[in-house]
Nanobody, 125 residues
């Protein structure tokens, strides 16, 4: 049974940083694309970043480029999202999701097969 567990969310002031973690079990994350999505109240779930663990390629939506960094530690079966220079508009529940390598760079939620339960990120002064 595949399970993804996110952690690392919390309350941070604008301009601050957080690092989210997504630990996989029942699946070898190193063979798949792993993406981070977020959903704010009243909004659709949107893709934020993705890493193709088959070749290390990374992808970001324009709104987080230069501020967020996705990385993978295959030995720990974990994918991270380092979030710097956080803004109030980054406030959302953040989810990690796993899909086949071919979906890397595409942020349609229906392309991803397994999802975590989410972790809340709140950016506020």
């Amino acid at each position: 049974q595949v399970q993804l567990v996110e952690s690392g969310g919390g309350l941070v002031q604008p301009g601050g940083s957080l690092r989210l973690s997504c630990v996989g079990s029942g699946i070898v994350m190193g063979y798949f694309a792993v993406a981070w999505f977020r959903q704010a109240p009243g909004n659709k779930r949107e893709g934020v970043s993705c890493i193709d663990n088959s070749d290390g390629s990374t992808y970001y939506v324009e709104s987080v480029k230069g501020r967020f960094t996705i990385s993978s530690d295959n030995a720990k079966n974990t994918v991270y999202l380092q979030m710097d220079s956080l803004k109030p508009e980054d406030t959302a529940v953040y989810y990690c999701a796993v899909g086949v390598p071919g979906v890397a760079g595409h942020f349609g939620a229906n392309l991803y097969d397994h999802w975590g339960q989410g972790t809340q990120v709140t950016v506020s002064s």
